[in-house]
């Protein structure tokens, strides 16, 4: 069964500083996807990026990129130039290809941007 | 943008009653499923819903729940006799196919969730 672990469950950044979020996961797939969603207080599910197993480059979004170590099966989200609407829990999330399509969610990490 | 919809925002409940959440997932999604999240933990899955059938189903997903697309248009999560540890958000989801993506988001798209508080 895959797992995933988040094992920051609060951190904090100045506004402007560059934050960095861990995630380790845990499976024996070869293609799979994984996903950084970001929880605001209104508690809606917002994609924050996405990376295809396949793929050895790493995935980027604006201020939003990810250091996807699959050998080491980590896939970790840098948050550059933070912004105070940046203040969200993360969840680092997993995907198997081909299969029902449910997400694995980690535990979440509290991001708190500070002024 | 197209939207997964979810009714009610918040619901509150008595221990024991029977509650039904409500989703109107995108219309030319094919795949549908539900989520939990208990206040300040992490999201886990409870079930999909592909072809008019459950495709998968976590330990979670026990008999007291079940969930149904009775029209085309909306999908249902049924909880038949409420226990006050079903306090949590619950969200929909839905996704176009297994592999096609679409919005850079493999087409899985949330609803903003709805509060259930059993009392």
């Known amino acids: 069964a895959q797992t995933v672990t988040q094992s920051q469950p609060e951190m904090s950044v100045q506004e402007a500083e560059t934050v960095t979020l861990s995630c380790t996961y845990d499976?024996?797939?070869?293609?799979?996807?994984l996903f950084w969603y970001k929880q605001p207080p209104s508690r809606q599910m917002i994609l924050v990026i996405r990376?295809?197993?396949?793929?050895?480059q790493n995935a980027t979004e604006n201020r939003f990129s990810v250091n996807f170590q699959k050998a080491a099966k980590s896939f970790s989200l840098k948050i550059s130039d933070s912004q105070l609407g940046d203040t969200a829990m993360y969840f680092c999330?997993?995907?198997?290809?081909?299969?029902?399509?449910?997400?694995?969610f980690g535990q979440g990490t509290t991001l708190q941007v500070k002024p | 943008e197209p939207e997964v919809t979810q009714t009610p925002s918040h619901q509150v409940t008595q221990m024991g009653q029977e509650v039904i959440l409500r989703c109107v997932p995108i219309?030319?999604?094919?795949?549908f499923y539900w989520y939990r999240q208990i206040l300040g933990q992490k999201v886990e899955f409870l079930v999909s819903?592909?072809?008019?059938?459950?495709?998968?189903k976590s330990e979670i997903f026990d008999d007291q729940f079940s969930v149904e697309r009775p029209d085309g248009s909306n999908f249902t999560l049924k909880i038949r006799s409420t226990k006050l540890e079903d306090s949590a958000m619950y969200f929909c989801?839905?996704?176009?196919?297994?592999?096609?993506?679409?919005?850079?988001?493999?087409?899985?798209?949330f609803g903003s969730g709805t509060r259930l508080t059993v009392v």
């Open positions: 999330a997993f995907m198997r290809s081909g299969n029902t399509g449910k997400l694995i």
């Open positions: 819903f592909y072809n008019n059938e459950i495709s998968e």
């Open positions: 499976t024996s797939e070869n293609n799979y996807y």
């Open positions: 990376q295809e197993a396949y793929k050895q």
């Open positions: 219309s030319n999604h094919l795949y």
């Open positions: 989801a839905s996704k176009i196919s297994l592999t096609t993506r679409q919005n850079n988001n493999y087409g899985y798209t």
